[in-house]
């Protein structure tokens, strides 16, 4: 039995990262950058002005008041997206607006609210200094500046970015395409009928949200009964994905065939057992380059050993740079028990007050019982060389809730 940490490290090890495909830019969000995305040019192009006022020579507006005001005669009007066909001179100033290029010759703005013009002359009622109220080319971005990095999962400002650089398609990483089968003489699907010692198929249905949750296209198998022949061809029907995972049919039953069957196809088994609660059978192999994950039966194992194995890795096949999940300290409200001798994963769910988290556990921690699942947010990491938690303790926990930390503000 090798432990948690030892697993992740074999797995990831033997994870190789996707190919690339070209996307248009509005498809992208979400996706992996494969590609260092280099600036041609400066953003700004030219000086341009950050106000509505007039461009003048910042040495005519010297001692001006509200008293004494310097007069400047208007050489035109500068509209954003023009350019001045005339330098400024002394004594002279344009009319311009925000983002116009600023003219030759003027060096500040001065904000229109500063002025009174009349009939062809301008008043300027404060003195600027040089460089006042001007955006200077290439303050945003330099030409070379590299703008996005290879690596990048893309928000939208990115997006934003690459249309300013004229990038209107990128590379991005493939996203792997995921075989999920279950496996079982038990399962039904959820719209069959009831009939007795049958239970629903739900690990297919968790499964195929955990994959597309972690960015990855699920594609399901369906069920796979107890027969080896069965899971090879349902193993084999996998072969077409870029991973496969099954649950099930790992343990020690008479009828846990998925071990013998992923050999039988040519896997190359890594390791069979993980020193965890829940899940501790897991096969891991490599079949023609492809891995294949033969996770536990229980739904609570399953997603957990998801959460451990299978997402780090998705997450490596598709170019991301960061591979797990934020673990934040927390103080335990309540006791845990636990063996020592293996990594225990606690459902709880993790709470903030007076910028202290703490963690309480969702109830029966059995590896059957989904719903304390499905009211957690986060997994309690009770590590190997302890025998529980005493309330009060700092403990990690690995969040896996997406949104965690936004606050809902249901006045709006
Ligand atoms: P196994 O390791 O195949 O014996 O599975 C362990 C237990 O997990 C079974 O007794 C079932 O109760 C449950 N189980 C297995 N597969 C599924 C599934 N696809 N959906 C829901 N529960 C399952
Ligand atoms: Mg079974």
Redesign the pocket.
């Known amino acids: 039995m090798i432990s948690v940490t030892e697993a992740v490290t074999t797995i990831l090890r033997e994870i190789k990262v996707m190919g690339t495909e070209r996307t248009d830019i509005l498809s992208a969000l979400g996706r992996v950058l494969a590609e260092d995305i280099v600036s041609p040019f400066s953003i700004p192009p030219l000086d341009n002005s950050a106000m509505d006022g007039y461009a003048v020579r910042h040495t005519d507006s010297k001692g001006a008041s509200a008293q004494t005001p310097a007069r400047l005669k208007i050489l035109g009007d500068i509209p954003a997206g023009y350019v001045a066909t005339q330098p400024v001179g002394s004594g002279e100033a344009f009319r311009i607006m925000t983002g116009a290029p600023v003219p030759r010759g003027a060096d500040a703005v001065v904000m229109q609210e500063d002025t009174s013009a009349h009939e062809g002359t301008v008043e300027i009622f404060k003195a600027c200094a040089a460089g006042e109220n001007i955006r200077r080319a290439g303050e945003d971005i330099r030409e070379g500046d590299l703008v996005v990095a290879a690596g990048t999962l893309l928000r939208p400002a990115h997006i934003g970015v690459l249309s300013s650089v004229r990038k209107a398609f990128v590379s991005v990483y493939q996203k792997p395409r995921i075989a999920i089968l279950?496996?079982?003489d038990?399962?039904v699907d959820v719209d069959e009928g009831f009939s007795e010692g049958k239970?629903?198929?739900?690990?297919?249905y968790s499964l195929y949200a955990l994959v597309k949750d972690s960015g990855a296209v699920p594609l399901s198998l369906g069920i796979a009964r107890d027969t080896k022949e069965s899971l090879r061809e349902k193993f084999s029907e996998g072969l077409h994905a870029d991973m496969i995972i099954s649950?099930?049919?790992?343990?020690v039953?008479d009828y846990?065939f998925v071990k013998d069957v992923l050999k039988d196809i040519g896997a190359e088994m890594k390791f069979w057992k993980v020193a965890m609660r829940p899940g501790n059978?897991l096969a891991f192999g490599i079949i023609s380059g492809r891995p294949a994950f033969g996770l536990?039966?229980?739904?609570v194992s399953v997603m957990v050993s998801f959460e451990q194995f299978v997402r780090p890795s998705v997450r490596k096949m598709s170019g991301y740079k960061r591979l797990f999940r934020h673990v934040v300290a927390a103080t335990a409200q309540e006791k845990v028990i636990t063996k020592k001798g293996r990594t225990y994963f606690i459902r709880c769910m993790v709470t903030c007050r007076d910028g202290r988290y703490g963690a309480t556990t969702t109830g029966e921690q059995g590896s059957?019982i989904l719903m304390s699942m499905a009211k957690a947010n986060g997994l309690m990491i009770v590590p190997e060389d302890r025998d529980g938690v005493t309330p009060g303790e700092t403990v990690s926990v690995q969040i896996l809730d997406n949104e965690f930390g936004s606050t809902e503000d249901l006045s709006y």
């Open positions: 279950s496996t079982g038990e399962l239970i629903v198929n739900s690990n297919s649950s099930g049919g790992v343990s039953g846990d059978p536990p039966g229980n739904p059957g």
